[in-house]
């Protein structure tokens, strides 16, 4: 199972971005799904997860901001991004697991300017 995360790019602070990261080598839909992100410096830190039955959990500092969502075979995942600020400037990981075995992909960087 590959994960390939694609979207990021720069954007000026208040905009917007979507993430999509897709799943490909299965046929079978993945588990839950997250995005994590990774400031330099910083440790990598939980962005929003999702469940294959579409629950959802945010970190408080996107709550009301971005939204996770997966597509109807469960294997993309998406980030809407909005009003981006500064500090979500980072790299962004996306994670899924399947039987029990957890998949990451590489990353897409995210720059906001102010």
């Known amino acids: 199972v590959q994960l390939q995360a694609s979207g990021g790019g720069l954007v000026q602070a208040g905009g917007s971005l979507r993430l999509t990261c897709a799943a490909s080598g299965t046929v079978i839909s993945m588990n839950d799904m997250a995005w994590y992100r990774q400031a330099p410096g910083n440790q990598r830190d939980l962005v929003a997860s999702i469940t294959d039955d579409g629950i959802t959990n945010y970190a408080d500092s996107v709550k009301g901001r971005f939204t996770i969502s997966r597509d109807g075979t469960k294997n993309t995942l998406f980030l809407q991004m909005d009003s981006l600020k500064s500090d979500d400037t980072a790299v962004y990981y996306c994670?899924?697991?399947?039987?029990?075995?957890?998949?990451w992909g590489r990353g897409t960087l995210v720059t906001v300017s102010s």
């Open positions: 994670t899924g697991s399947r039987l029990g075995t957890r998949y």
